[in-house]
């Protein structure tokens, strides 16, 4: 019999004698019973346009002349300047406050996005430093409130996607250079290390390789061997779980046979992560509701069926691209046909900043709402286990704002209260 033969052997027997257990438990957290009710907070120590344009207006002029991302803001400020601004925002935007509120709405979960140059800079990087001890605090008022969290490594060196919120925007030279990947390597390493220990074993559930590497666009063996080299040196390191990002290959069951324990029985506790969003082409946005709700029960059906647990590590309420620089500084929208869409499936107006009264109108919040309580019921379906919505508060964008989100009665309070029930055709509550 040759290996293959006995690994597909295994495979099967595996299958009939133990259905449910494929994952090694740890005290961290048990993906196999316990949903994530969670928030990204996104925009905190990796800048994003959107979610803080203030910041980028700060520059003044038109928009062609502002920086589009947090490599080329520290680079206009200089590093002295850089440091003042973002350690003023940094000790603002997210308080402790913050993470008690959370805990009052229901959350048991945030995850926090960071980049590489946190911990590291690559010769002539102009990224400044001092995220580490914000990341700390976090991570304290997360164990005062009940709080788990996940530490994303949101940016790698040459940026891994492109987008502004990689550090780097319309970029990608992530894998071009093996210097890139070893600082990456020991970035994450240095993760590892300082938050396995037994100070951070109630909060950190989870270490993220690398948030969203373009599939499509990267070197997949690359990536592969990225993420098996990662989870070795989470596991030198302690037990915290593994999260891989799907890369955006999120059907057709893409990730299965990479970092299983059926086919690799020392492999424990991997969890692929989820985004979705239905806003980045066209025919996603004209998609009305019924559609859009749809769509998610189907991503929730789907996902069930995959080897691995899965999360939804990002979502979001918004059912337009309208969110002022969402698309990036100095570009519009394809909702209102100012960016990559030459006819306008609506209009921005009410959207581009926050128009409280527009999400009052009892018809828009309830098809907000619907929108969000399917999505929470799709993914807290059988083997995806939660939901992190993103983000947990913006400078002014209600359709991406948790906070304002639960203050209109578009997100449910408590979380699991239904004005539409069972949309999904299956009952998660
Ligand atoms: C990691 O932990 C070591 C040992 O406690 C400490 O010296 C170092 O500053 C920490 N590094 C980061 C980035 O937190």
Redesign the pocket.
């Known amino acids: 019999m040759n290996l293959s033969l006995i690994y597909l052997f295994s495979l099967i027997t595996f299958t009939l004698s133990s259905p449910i257990k494929l994952q090694k438990r740890n005290s961290r957290w048990d993906y196999s019973s316990d949903d994530i009710y969670g928030v990204n907070i996104g925009g905190w120590l990796v800048l994003e346009p959107y979610i803080t344009p203030s910041l980028f207006d700060a520059f003044g002029g038109e928009d062609s002349t502002k920086p589009v991302d947090e490599y080329h803001f520290t680079q206009y400020y200089g590093k002295d300047n850089a440091e003042k601004v973002l350690q003023n925002h940094w000790s603002t935007f997210m308080t402790e406050d913050d993470f008690e509120l959370m805990s009052q709405y229901g959350l048991n979960f945030v995850r926090i996005p960071i980049g590489y140059w946190?911990?590291e800079l690559l010769d002539n990087d102009p990224y400044v430093q001092g995220q580490?001890e914000y990341l700390?605090k976090a991570l304290k008022w997360c164990a005062k409130y009940n709080l788990k969290a996940w530490i994303d490594l949101h940016g790698v060196p040459g940026s891994q996607n492109g987008f502004d919120n990689s550090g780097l925007r319309d970029t990608l030279t992530w894998q071009n250079d093996q210097k890139n990947i070893d600082v990456t390597v020991s970035v994450l390493k240095?993760i590892a290390?300082?938050y396995s220990t037994d100070e951070y074993k109630d909060v950190v559930i989870g270490i993220e390789l690398v948030n969203e590497p373009i599939g499509h666009d990267l070197d997949e063996t690359k990536l592969e061997d990225y993420y098996n080299q990662g989870y070795d040196i989470i596991r030198e390191n302690g037990d915290v779980p593994v999260i891989i990002h799907d890369a955006f290959y999120q059907l057709d069951h893409h990730w299965d046979n990479i970092l299983n324990t059926q086919i690799d029985p020392n492999i424990w506790d991997v969890i692929v992560d989820h985004h979705h969003y239905q806003i980045f082409s066209v025919d996603e946005l004209k998609r009305d509701i019924d559609d859009h709700v749809k769509v998610a029960c189907n991503l929730g059906w789907q996902e069930a069926n995959e080897y691995h647990y899965n999360v939804v590590g990002e979502w979001t309420a918004a059912l337009t691209d309208c969110a002022k620089w969402l698309n990036g500084v100095n570009r519009g929208a394809r909702w209102d046909a100012t960016f990559q869409n030459d006819y306008a499936i609506g209009t921005c107006d009410h959207l581009f900043t926050a128009d409280y009264s527009y999400f009052q109108d009892e018809s828009v919040r309830s098809m907000y709402r619907k929108y969000v309580e399917a999505q929470m019921d799709a993914y807290t379906h059988s083997k995806v286990m939660g939901w992190i919505f993103w983000c947990w508060k913006t400078e002014n964008l209600i359709e991406w704002d948790f906070k304002q989100l639960v203050s209109l009665n578009i997100i449910p309070q408590p979380l699991t209260s239904r004005e539409y029930y069972n949309q999904c055709g299956y009952v998660t509550y």
């Open positions: 946190a911990f580490v700390n240095t290390e300082n």
